[in-house]
Each structure stands twice: as C-alpha cells, then as structure tokens.
C-alpha cells in the first residue's frame, strides 16, 4: 500500500529534539504512550512545542489553541457500520410497524437489509430522516435514555464489547496532551450530538458543549406547568462534509489551527484548518490494521478515504499508520 | 413600584453568614465589590457556597456546573434600542438603494423610523430578515470586519461612549465569581453571534465558543482554491424566547444551573434552569435606575419585563434591583 510522501517529509523534525522536549513537559506518565517514536509523533510533538513556546515565531496565544476532531475512524472504530446507524437500526425497525410507507423507501431498505454500498450512495441524510420520523414526539430526556440504554446492552459484533470500549487509546492520550499544553478539543462529527453526548466526556474529556454533530429540529412546551423539550421530525443541520466548516464557524466561532480526521468526510474541515495563517496541524488517521482493528480506505463505503488522501499527499499532512504508528488501538488490549 | 417577595424571602440566608464566607474564598480585590450587601447579594454567594460544598446536600459536581446569561438588557444596556438593531439600522441604509422592494416593508419602515412600538409588534424576525438580506454573499471574514469597524467608530447616543462601554461592571464580577468557582459561563442571546464573539472575550470572559445566539445560514464554497464562508440571506435559528432553552440544548446539551436575564425574552431560560432538580439560581436583573442608566420594564417596548416579572414574584426567583443592588452600574464610572 501506498504511504504517502508526508512521513518522509516529517522525518526533518528530528525525533531526538522533540522526544527530549516531550519528555520535560511529561508529567509521571509519558504523554503519548500508545504512539510509536516516529515521524507522525514527532510532528505532532513539534507542532504542539512550536505553537506553546511564547519564544516561537509560530507561538499562538492559549484563547486560538482550538483543536478539531471527528468522531467515526477517528476518534473511535466505525466498521462494519456507523455505530449510531446501528444504534439507528434497532430504533427504525422497532418503528416500522407504525410506518408502512417506509417499505418502499429506499434508506429504510438498505438500513435493514445493511447494504453499505447502497448508504453510501444516499448519504446520511435520508437515513437520518427515518430516525427523526422514528423519534419524532419524543422528550429528548427520554430520547437521552433510550440511547444510553442502548448502548449500556449492546455489543459490537467483532470485539464482543459494549461500543464506548472501542475507542482509540492513542487518540485518547493526544486529545488529553492538547488538552494539558492549553488547547480546547472539539468532536466535529456527522453523528448526532444526542448520540454522543452521553459519553463523550468520560471517553474523551470532552464536555457536551464541546462536541459539534448534526442536529434535529426541537420544539420548546410547557405541559402541566413544566418545560419540555420534543424531538420534532425534521433535522435542523447536517455535520458532514461541506457542513463540517459551517458547524465549526456556527458553534466554535473561530479557525481551528488543528484538526484530526480518517475520511472523506472530513476534508472541508481540514482544508478550512490548514488554509489560516501561520502555523497548522492536518492529520489523516489510516485505517491499515486488519489484525488489531481494520483496513479500508479509497473504496470502502463507510469512511472512504481517497480525495482527502490525495490532498493530505499533496500538501504534505501527516498520514498516521494505525498499524506501525500505534502500539496499542484499543484500552482493553494487554 | 411594587418590590417582589424573593427579595424579602432571600433575607433568610443572613447577610453575615456569606459575607463571612465570601471573605475566605475572596482573592486580594473582594470578588463582588460592585454589589451592595443585601438579599440579591447575599443570595448568589449563598447559592455559590451551597453548590460548590462538598459537604452540602445541595453540592453540584464542576462538570455540571454551567450559568447561562441573557445579552441585551442584562450583561449590557439595550436602550434605546438594542446595539444590534442600531448597527442593523445602518447596514440596512447602507443596502437600502439596492433594495427598492423594502419601501413596503413593515420592518424596514419601523427601523428606519426607529418606531419601537412596531418593532416589538413584529418581533426579531422580520427585522433580521432585512440585515440576513442587506449581507447576504458577503464572506464571514467581511462581516466580521463591518462589525469591528462599527462598534470602533460608534457611539451611544445618551453615553457618548462606545457601545462596548456599556457593559455591567456587577454582572462582570459575577461571570469572574462563578467562573473562579468552577462553573462555565455562557451567554444565550436573542442577538447574532457574530455580533457579540467579537468583543464578548474582552468584555465578559466568555470565548467565542461560549456565546450561543441567533444563527444566519452560511455556505462553504472553495474559491480559487481556498475555502470560504459565505453568507445566506436565510435565517438558521432565532433564539430567544422559546428559542433560548432549544438553543441551551441543542449547543450547551446540559441543563444550566444558574441563569440570568432581565426580560420576558429570558422565561423560557429561567423556567427550564428553575425546573431542573436540585438547588437552582434564577435572577433577573431590573431596570430601576433612570439616573445612572434608564428605568423600564411592564410597557416597555424593548426588554419588557411582565410576565417573567410576575413568575419572579410567584417562584422566589432574585430581582435585582439596579438602583439599591448596584453601587456602580458601568466600568467608566468614577
């Protein structure tokens, strides 16, 4: 498989100068643990020194230290399919009964029969419409307890483990290193904010306020002199793609001089990062793990990565390699 | 004028008792110095105490610990128009030659008549419609740029002071006390975002991220191979009213501890924060004060305060009057 010419590139900065800054700013514990020593770290390493050392013509000022992350491929795994569009199955399946027009759309069709290629060639939205129609009505109170049981009682099918275990460890210790060198971290996702939410800030540290998603409509009611909020059946905003800019401008109101992403996806956000003045961090995390996770890229239907690859290439961004970049994917591993 | 219970009933909590703990959480300068001791005082700090009191029955972990604050009217002054609407007013005169079809329009005939009693008739959302049409096609970077330029070169027209002058100094101590005890600021505005992210860090602390307002629709385009925003003359959100406890979920996603306003605009707020189980701080801050700044509230066009009023009275909710609770009112003042 190809590896693009961004590793060799980031071979300059020299592993030696910014292990041994690393390890002045480590605290007990080695900030990057499940990283191997390496270009992608070390990049990551001298980015974060360039930017915090008040000394640097790149230093930028703690208020600016954004940092942009999606979720799926990124953040967390998103094989065989998009957690929240499994969690999503099971909703619109215990739905359909009361939607007989649904048979004959063609979201409805390829969720249950989990036709990826079909997915991909519709796009989240009108599966993200069936969910809206699905839930419509729905206090988001208990529209938050359906998800959190949902995910306390299933399990993915390959790891045979509830699916917040599946997060990366290595991306876990980079949001926490941003985090302690004065960066605010932001999930930027095409997921729902209602999805994550619930546990984003025991996996990530990253607070409800700090995770950016796609959004349903909701509609504000007092009933029996108490304030209620309903799910309505329309989505008010989609996080992907070309929306990922928008969301970051909507909801954070400042360029990211960082962001972290695995596909297509996620390309107008990073191109969005790198296009500010002065100093920026893109990186494409790769998906080339088939043992220890997966391995998929230019023609997988759920998180292609191929137009963001070539331009991660052309603009020398930092390609990470699940594989010989990470010592560790996952936290339950020994 | 009739002076609510809540302030008789917050009389309880002795003056004494939190001034004496005040003191020993207050650095060098006293956190409060604008408050006068009394019952409004005395019942933020009571609150403050009670929630962050590992030992109290009423203690709130950091993580939930959020305030959310109303704009116009309560962090600054909103007469005799809100600052947003006067900035509008000239960019829709700017515009208006383009726009021949306005002259039969409602809004743009209240706004250039500056007639407030139609203004509260037609609501926000005409008159945003006229400023979402004025700017539509410009980039967000351009609009930014007309914003900073107006409120550089602006003046009040009673204070002969930069409108960003006209920020409360007690609300100021207060965002910097609940801040210096653990809990996340936010301000939840009928007014854009994009016109308060660009002076809300200076004035009140609170970073881009933490403003949630009225929402424009933007694009995201590459031109000439950079990306950019532009944007849409179409409203995305309008958030006040019902609109600020759908803003507070759909951005912030927790239920606010403390909340603060000053105007029917802010009961929706104040209900959905009071609402939630626990210990709770609802305030609104009232317009008495015709001498340091202007007295309003039961007719009034702008920031009218009636019904939010009389669920003060009948819930305890704190009204805080300008006139006894404040011993200054504006930073400048000597």
Redesign the interface.
Known sequence: MRRPSSHVRAARWTAIVAAGWLASVASAQAPLASWNEGPAKAAIVEFVKAVTDEKSKDFVAT?DRIAVFDNDGTLWAEQPLYFQALFMLDQVKAAAPKHPEWKNNPAFQALVAQDKAALEKLGMKPVLELLVTANSGMT?ADYDKTIRDWLATSKHPKFKRPYTDLTYKPMQELLSFLRANGF?T?IVSGGS?EFM?PWA?KAYGI?????VGS?QE???D?KDG??V?TREPKI??VDDG??K??GI??????RPIAAFGNSDGDL?ML??TA?GEGRRLALIVHHDDPVREYAYDRTSHIGKLDKAWDEAVAKHWIVVSMKSDWNRVFGFEK
Chains 1, 2 share one sequence.
């Open positions: 208020a988001v605010r932001f904010v939410r800030e607070p409800p306020e700090q995770v959004q909701v509609k504000f007092m108490k304030p909020l008010a905003f070309p929306g800019p928008v401008y909507r909801h954070i109101g400042k107008q191109q969005v296009a």
